[in-house]
DNA sequence: CGGGTAGTTGATAATTTTCAAAGCACGTGG
DNA sequence: CCACGTGCTTTGAAAATTATCAACTACCCG
């Protein structure tokens, strides 16, 4: 990949165009440029790379890569893995619209994980050399990156937490809540309620660190119960309550994962 | 806990006493600090809680408190912890001299992980109250914090990445010699190294997800073959390169970890 | 209609947990 | 200075969870 570390002076006739894109993102409050009022939207929209498409698939940049970007979702989901040597893969965490990814503690390393479009995916693209000096002059813009990326982290904890003390049921479970409750801001409540989650029995499995046939296993086994339907991406929860006792997830901590302050 | 959530006012007498005790502060570097030139350490040195000693064993704050502080270690090791209803624990990281830890990516949500002392500590007790606005008027330190909180992520992921596809041998390696590169910066190259990390089995199942009898016989394989020896927080590396070829990490990726730009 | 990916199912094997009990080291108090 | 208690560690055997391998099915897309 070699993505031009800054973007090239923006023509005039861009402006307005940027301007208008960046004052009508749907991510734009709950990304890093939260905190721009519209007065200030300038300094984002004039150092972002043009909206990106990429087809389901795609890497969006891989392990070992300078990091160039940072992105903002738009539209589609995005998985974040590390690969290993012998192939095995881990889904390190999911990137939904309105989620900012890609930033790295030290610049200069290369990435320690690969991000993966797992639909077709919309992203913004931050050039790492146009944003350094706007988070280096703005406390707000860099205080609202610390909180995301404090969030990052208790995300990180959180998946650590269900990995070292949840068995697969329980993995599983944690796992699909987190992702409704991500995708529409409450715990799943009406019985029969469907999810799209674009998400195979591999990625699952790499996610909680099963192989895709223990995945189906343990599905199935919860399906036996009535308390869900997964077929295909598309999640069907049919006893809510159920499905979040074996999650073993409050509403408490995973709202506080949302929208920090 | 009830600490208050700013420090009082600072008496005259103390200004310089503070200053001077920042300006000699070996974890200055390290921290969230490190951005601050002398001539501008007052303004952390005077929002400080005054340098707090606890034992071994005490609870720095618990799951469920208020963040109200966050802390450097001045001295000593502390273990970040996640409990579950039924006694289960998980040690999410470790915080070593140097090290800032305690920030939240939601300042008014309950904690999600206890502080644990596993040696004697001091710490440096930032509160809340009085870093908010430093970190809000100032983009170098807001900055700092966003790349040590990257680094807290980046470190939560690496710790995934070793949990999901590493076995017990692999994953206690890893963490041994993740310890090893923090407390010298540097691999363990000598055969015979000894390290002192004070640690029982039992918490380094807690972070690896094992039984502490699983970690014993873990353990005694490695030293069945020649590659260490532990006992009682003594650690003796006696094949540095079977060690480091067991965790499957390389220098890099932990280089990258230490010292965020 | 055909090819390929995704998912299913069953049998076997490996890893790890759990339970139970004993051994060891170290600090405390007599 | 020694005995004793407590917490950490070790050891063994049985049981549980999950991976692996292999074959087979279903579904989607062209």
């Not at 990949?1 to 023509?11: F, I, Q």
């Not at 990156?145 to 479970?173: F, K, M, N, Y």
């Not at 997964?230 to 994962?257: K, Q, Y």
Request: hydrophobic share 45%.
């Amino acid at each position: 990949m070699d993505v031009p570390l800054s973007a090239p002076p923006v023509p005039l006739n861009q402006v307005a165009a940027r301007r208008a894109s960046c004052l009508s993102c749907p991510a734009r409050s709950s990304t890093v440029c939260a905190p721009l009022p519209d007065a200030a939207i300038d300094r984002v929209a004039l150092i972002k790379n043009p909206s990106r498409r990429l087809p389901a698939g795609a890497t969006i940049y891989a392990e070992q890569d300078q990091c160039a970007e940072c992105f903002t979702v738009l539209e589609g989901w995005v998985a974040l893995v590390a690969a290993n040597d012998e192939g095995g893969r881990v889904v390190l965490g999911f990137a939904l619209p309105g989620d900012y990814f890609g930033f790295v503690p030290n610049p200069l390393a290369p990435r320690a994980h690969s991000a993966v479009a797992l639909t077709p995916v919309r992203l913004c693209p931050l050039p790492r050399g146009g944003m350094q000096p706007l988070i280096a002059s703005d406390p707000a813009l860099a205080k609202r990156l610390a909180h995301l990326e404090a969030l990052h982290a208790a995300r990180a904890d959180e998946h650590l937490v269900s990995t070292v003390q949840h068995d697969a049921r329980g993995r599983i479970a944690r796992l699909l809540v987190a992702l409704c409750f991500r995708l529409t801001r409450a715990l799943p409540a009406a019985p029969g309620q469907v999810f799209l989650l674009p998400l195979t029995l591999a990625v699952i499995g790499e996610s909680t660190g099963h192989s895709p046939e223990h995945v189906s296993r343990s599905l199935h086994r919860m399906a036996a119960e009535g308390m869900l339907r997964f077929r295909r991406g598309r999640l069907t929860v049919l006893n809510p309550a159920a499905l979040i006792a074996a999650a073993g997830v409050t509403e408490r901590p995973l709202a506080d994962m949302l929208a920090p302050a």
